[in-house]
T-cell receptor, first 109, second 114 residues
Framework: QKEVEQDPGPLSVPEGAIVSLNCTYSNSAFQYFMWYRQYSRKGPELLMYTYSSGNKEDGRFTAQVDKSSKYISLFIRDSQPSDSATYLCAANRDDKIIFGKGTRLHILP | KAGVTQTPRYLIKTRGQQVTLSCSPISGHRSVSWYQQTPGQGLQFLFEYFSETQRNKGNFPGRFSGRQFSNSRSEMNVSTLELGDSALYLC?????????????FGQGTRLTVV
């Protein structure tokens, strides 16, 4: 079992919809949880990170961590075609970042 | 502020050859981490260098090695290339050692082994 699991998609939603991206993880030692966005032919860029359980909001993006169920979520409100990318969840342990495989998201105009 | 620069962007090599990839971190950043990204395995951690010392290492064979120079630039070397080494190699720089919650990635080097 991989330490961070993520559905690869693709996930296609109409413009303006709320997008929900999810990951599960298996290692209770994880402390920091992150979401990266990766456009085609680009490196990943950090969107948000959270420490421990709870919610964190940044504009149209909300990251949520539930440590009791080992579940990580990213919500995108009012989705735009420019949000089309691969979204990678990640967690930090032993000073390493462990990534999920990424979910490809398509926002349909 | 210039971002993380990786060179070259694309490489084609033959099985058995060796290759060296370069990464220039953001000015002032002393930590450089390397990752391999493939469709099958996703992003996997190779190693991290901080102040010219390898601080952390992933589960890759010894054919994968790296080093960091006094100006924080880093190189990654892969010897005796195998077809399975074809991947996007990414480096990330950070001002802090290890925690890497705010690592900034370069655009990567796309290595194809034929």
């Amino acid at each position: 079992q991989k330490e961070v699991e993520q559905d690869p998609g693709p996930l296609s939603v109409p413009e303006g919809a709320i997008v929900s991206l999810n990951c599960t993880y298996s290692n209770s030692a994880f402390q920091y949880f992150m979401w990266y966005r990766q456009y085609s032919r680009k490196g990943p860029e950090l969107l948000m990170y959270t420490y421990s359980s709870g919610n964190k909001e940044d504009g149209r993006f909300t990251a949520q961590v539930d440590k009791s169920s080992k579940y990580i979520s990213l919500f995108i409100r009012d989705s735009q075609p420019s949000d089309s990318a691969t979204y990678l969840c990640a967690a930090n342990r032993d000073d390493k970042i462990i990534f999920g495989k990424g979910t490809r998201l398509h926002i349909l105009p | 502020k210039a971002g993380v620069t990786q060179t070259p962007r694309y490489l084609i090599k033959t099985r058995g050859q060796q290759v060296t990839l370069s990464c220039s971190p953001i000015s002032g950043h002393r930590s450089v981490s390397w990752y391999q990204q493939t469709p099958g395995q996703g992003l996997q951690f190779l190693f991290e260098y901080f102040s010219e010392t390898q601080r952390n290492k992933g589960n890759f064979p010894g054919r994968f090695s790296g080093r960091q120079f006094s100006n924080s630039r880093s190189e990654m070397n892969v010897s005796t290339l195998e077809l399975g080494d074809s991947a996007l190699y990414l480096c990330a720089s950070s001002s802090l050692q290890g925690t890497n919650t705010e690592a900034f990635f370069g655009q990567g080097t796309r290595l194809t082994v034929v």
